[in-house]
């Protein structure tokens, strides 16, 4: 991955102030002039992740929260590692437990250069090392849901079978420029071994 400037908002969180966006588990399909459905997603690849260690708030809630939580965890994230003086490693992610379609079990967080000392709902945790699937979709975060679904289908067809979690991180957003075609969305999903 490219070097990003460190510890910045996450475009997830500068749409919403923004009044603008969804989240990414949210979105409709994202569809041309022509009505044909679009994705601008990456060639797929299969890599082994290192564990990574995070700094996060676990969430659990209806599906139609997530507009007025997420933001402000985030907020609270960002604001708890520079309190303790940890820089950000990369970019803001979301790490799905389960795919409920009314209920949200996930954390939000950053990649952190040490461990955090627990504070308030902000807690260490951890992405794992794990074989994943990944891509880069780019495009609004209204597109995801499609994106999504394309994805799961190359990892269908290439007979990996997915673990039942997954994460999405914030590579590029809002912040870096309001033209959505130049957003990236780093897609993974662990695979089962």
């Keep these: 991955m490219a070097a990003e400037p460190y510890p910045r908002q996450s475009g997830y969180r500068r749409a919403r102030e923004e009044g603008g966006g969804s989240h990414p588990c949210e979105g409709d399909r994202t569809n041309s002039p022509e009505g044909k459905v679009v994705t601008m ?10 564990a990574q260690q995070t700094a996060v708030i676990r969430l659990t809630i209806p599906r139609e929260e997530i ?5 402000p965890a985030i907020g609270e994230v960002m604001s708890t590692i520079a309190t303790q003086g940890i820089p950000a490693v990369g970019p803001v992610f979301s790490h799905h437990f389960k795919m409920d379609p009314g209920l949200f079990d996930f954390e939000v967080g950053v990649p952190v250069e040490s461990p955090i000392a627990p504070s308030g709902r902000v807690n260490p945790g951890q992405l794992p090392a794990t074989p994943v699937a990944r891509t ?11 994106a999504w679904g394309e994805f799961n289908s190359w990892i269908a067809e290439g007979k990996h079978t997915p673990a039942p979690d997954l994460w999405e991180s914030y590579v590029a957003g809002p912040e870096s420029g309001p033209d959505p075609a ?6 993974n999903r662990p695979l089962v071994r």
């Design 41 to 50: 997603l990456d060639r797929p690849y299969i890599v082994e992740t290192k």
């Design 67 to 71: 507009r007025n939580v997420m933001g």
């Design 136 to 146: 880069i979709y780019r495009g609004p975060y209204d597109g995801l849901r499609a």
């Design 182 to 187: 130049t957003w990236r969305t780093e897609l």
